[in-house]
């Protein structure tokens, strides 16, 4: 279930782009991939795909959960892949089941009218 947040009073958002899928470590599968600070100040994460002109939001609580990297220097990466891989215990994250996080959707659940 959504966090909401549903007072009438601003929301800060730290916004993260990517000009496009890169191949995971190099050689790998097509994936997307943004980083951003642990101790981030913005209650708000997006992220934004310019080759594509989407855009996912997430709380920074939710980002941090679903962040695969944490370094020692304090910076986490978000990422997944374009297309998904063969189901198994360790299947890696697919963009396709993002589609919650889409900013068109997310909008409303988080700032409902």
């Not at 000009?19 to 190099?26: C, E, H, Q, R, S």
């Amino acid at each position: 279930m959504a966090t909401r947040i549903v007072t009438r009073s601003a929301s800060t958002v730290q916004v993260k782009t990517n000009m496009g899928p890169k191949p995971a470590g190099g050689r790998g599968p097509l994936s997307r991939g943004w980083y951003f600070p642990d101790q981030c100040p913005a209650q708000l994460l997006a992220f934004v795909a310019l080759d594509t002109d989407t855009a996912w939001l997430f709380t920074l609580k939710e980002a941090q959960q679903l962040a695969q990297q944490h370094s020692e220097r304090g910076i986490r990466q978000l990422y997944w892949r374009l297309k998904a891989a063969p189901v198994g215990p360790k299947s890696p994250r697919h963009e396709a089941q993002m589609v919650d996080h889409l900013l068109t959707t997310r909008a409303a659940q988080l700032f409902p009218e």
